[in-house]
């Protein structure tokens, strides 16, 4: 006979599915309630992220008040009829950028009035108003600041610009005749470039447009040139909109996490061991028909091989300035937005970073200087110190010549220098000045350093003195080439802790390869 479940266990399990169902209702409730908070507190956060980006931001009119005054002055004295316009007033620009902007504006501006417009009768001869006008124009495009300074005056000639780079032997008169013309332009940003024959108060000053580039690189921007002959010149600036808040790619390299700024990256991409090519024993990607040499990231800041390695090639493509890499990273981690704190100065300059941040789980987070991280691959590779992107963690150096670092700002004694040195068989690298020397003197392994004294940022002296007193850079040898020859510069060199002061007049006999040899010895 089959008998009856108890009632009171029925009356228990009714009970405990009863408060089973409410417990669910509940937590379904406190989910929805949860949710409803989190975007509000998002919502929120979005509105306190966009009022600190707004209490950093002026008028773009702010930073242009003077120019319209200038440009009347200028254009009056040199007897010229000049219109400046400027559109974009109104455009929001973060108040570190646009201190910056005054030097490159000024500058362009200059050029525009005394090289670019024509006088009144050159231009009612070529169909023009006798008016030539000038345009500055600000706007946001594409998540970036973009400044144009624009003018219909007599444009680029290009082939006097040709003719000028063969003058100053940059370039033999070959290779000048197959550049096209944005290859022609990318020389006027070269330190000391200029297309004038003569300086003057009104423009250049003994100053090329490499004014322009320097700020646009430090702030982390491009800039373009275009050019139509005899109807216009234009030069574009793309800028990042704030330099507090960057939009970042963050990375994994020897388990450490580190930020790329989205705006100096190329491209991304996930590539497999079986796409790499070795060409002459270095490692290549084709990209677009064109092969970009692959360098292992770790190497570039000095850190430890990751052996958590498989079979995939995450690469960061990044150029600077004609050259383009593939920096192989461990993995990809995310895209953040950080906002941006500066490394305490005390620290100086740290060789491939730029700047910090804090994330949101309170650790810090380096962020890459790009333009550093270029130079220090060029260092590696002309000191011939490459390591192969290896998944299984073996590496192969190649056997580097004994190397040999430039420094001087002068374009035409750097190339006579670099040249009487490769002609007996060193290697040789370049640096344009005393900082740019000392950041690629502790990011190279050089067996010896050749100096100017008088330099921008640096001079030669302190750039002397200040290897002599590190620990680690100390026994390089330090020769200094100035044109000073007297008795109290060869004593100042010398105390600082040069090894040799020699004069430039020594490029016409033997006494700059000797005293090279006499300190490191022959190749």
């Known amino acids: 006979m089959e008998t009856k479940p108890d009632a009171r266990i029925e009356n228990y399990l009714m009970d405990s599915r009863q408060r089973m169902i409410d417990g669910v209702q509940n937590i379904s409730e406190y989910i929805n309630d949860f949710e409803i908070f989190s975007k509000r507190c998002a919502r929120l956060s979005n509105r306190l992220h966009q009022e600190v980006i707004n209490c950093r931001m002026r008028p773009f009119a702010d ?3 003077g120019f319209p005054r200038m440009v009347r002055d200028i254009s009056k004295k040199l007897d010229k009829k000049v219109k400046l316009e400027i559109a974009g007033k109104s455009t929001p620009v973060d108040r570190d950028i646009l201190d910056k902007l005054e030097a490159p504006l000024n500058h362009i501006l200059r050029n525009s009035i005394d090289h670019g417009i024509e006088f009144p009768a050159e231009r009612v001869a070529a169909g023009k108003p006798e008016e030539g006008k000038i345009l500055i124009d600000a706007r946001h495009r594409a ?8 003018d219909d005056g007599r444009g680029m000639n290009y082939e006097k610009l040709r003719e000028k780079i063969v ?21 006027l940003f070269l330190p000391g470039f200029s297309t004038s024959n003569e300086v003057t108060e009104i423009s250049g000053r003994g100053v090329g447009l490499d004014v322009v580039q320097s700020m646009v690189n430090e702030v982390g921007g491009i800039v373009r040139v275009h050019s139509e002959k005899g109807k216009s010149m234009n030069i574009n600036m793309q800028l990042p909109l704030t330099l507090s808040v960057i939009r970042t790619l963050l990375v994994e390299i020897s388990c450490e996490t580190y930020a790329f700024p ?3 990256i190329d491209q991304s ?7 790499v090519e070795l060409v002459e024993d270095r490692q290549y990607f084709q990209l677009n028909g064109h092969n970009v040499g692959l360098v292992p990231a770790y190497q570039v800041l000095e850190l430890k091989s990751s052996s958590s390695f498989n079979e995939e090639y995450p690469i960061i493509f990044l150029s600077e300035q004609g050259s383009r890499y593939g920096l192989v990273v461990d993995r990809f981690l995310d895209e953040r937005n950080l906002v941006v704190q500066p490394i305490d100065s005390r620290l100086g300059k740290i060789p491939n970073i730029s700047s910090s941040a804090i994330m949101a789980d309170g650790s810090p987070i380096l962020i890459i200087d790009v333009e550093d991280m270029v130079r220090s691959i060029e260092n590696i590779l002309s000191g011939n110190r490459l390591k192969k992107v290896s998944r299984s963690g073996a590496e192969s150096v190649v056997r580097k010549r004994k190397s040999v670092l430039v420094v001087d700002d002068s374009i035409t004694v750097r190339e006579v220098e670099q040249k009487i040195l490769e002609n007996v068989g060193y290697k040789v690298d370049v640096a344009v000045n005393g900082m740019d020397g000392w950041n690629a003197v502790r990011e190279g392994n050089y067996d010896l350093v050749l100096t100017d004294v008088d330099m921008p940022r640096m001079d030669g002296i302190k750039f002397t003195k200040l290897i002599k007193q590190d620990p680690k850079l100390k026994n ?3 020769v200094i080439v100035s044109y000073k020859d007297r008795e109290e510069d060869r004593a100042k060199g010398l105390d600082a802790g040069a090894d040799y002061y020699l004069t430039k007049s020594s490029f ?13 010895g022959k190749v």
């Open 476 to 478: 390089i040898p330090v």
């Open 508 to 520: 016409h006999d033997e006494s700059l390869i000797n005293a090279v040899i006499d300190l490191i």
């Open 167 to 187: 003058e100053k032997n940059l370039i033999t008169r070959e290779m000048a005749a197959n550049l096209s013309e944005n290859e022609l332009t990318d020389f």
């Open 269 to 275: 991409l996930v590539i497999k061991e079986s796409d």
């Open 262 to 264: 989205l705006s100096r």
């Open 63 to 65: 930073g242009v008040q």
């Open 143 to 150: 998540g970036m600041l973009s400044i144009t300074v624009s």
